[in-house]
């Protein structure tokens, strides 16, 4: 009866110690991590440095869903976006909240959003105004 009951705890322990699934899905993989804003481009030759100022980093999850370091989704995000070319739809695969400070914010989402991978470590964010922000990722 004794190595029933240790058994059963056993199981159970094992049940609670299951892996959240994080993996990133195949369409945002190569983007999945945190990034870091260094540059803000306003016209084709009008980019303004970021390098030494306080910047906050955007992070992109295994789902593809967009958060700032708090976890929380940033206001104004897009529910799809282009990812090299490719219209990837934001579907989360896990709780996200939108940012508390959204509701002083009136949106106007970028439905357009386009992403480009330049490198392993570098991406770029054309945003539907015309202006784009330039980014490392963290290691």
Do not use: H
């Not at 056993?10 to 991590?33: F, G, H, N, R």
């Not at 303004?48 to 995000?77: H, T, W």
């Not at 357009?112 to 202006?131: F, P, Q, R």
């Amino acid at each position: 009866m004794k190595t029933i009951s240790i058994a059963i705890l056993a199981l159970l322990a094992m049940a609670a110690c299951k892996k959240d699934k994080t993996d990133p899905i195949p369409e945002v993989a190569s983007i999945v991590s945190k990034w870091r804003p260094v540059a803000y481009i306003r016209a084709e030759n009008d980019t303004v440095s970021l390098a030494g100022q306080d910047v906050s980093p955007l992070i992109f999850r295994f789902d593809g869903v967009m958060v700032n370091e708090k976890g929380y989704k940033p206001c104004c995000s897009p529910d799809s976006y282009m990812l090299n070319g490719k219209r990837f739809e934001v579907k989360p695969q896990a709780p996200v909240e939108e940012d508390p400070s959204c509701i002083f914010v009136d949106c106007v989402k970028c439905e357009d959003l386009k992403i480009t991978l330049l490198s392993d470590d570098e991406l770029l964010i054309d945003y539907c105004l015309g202006t784009s922000t330039k980014y490392v990722r963290e290691k």
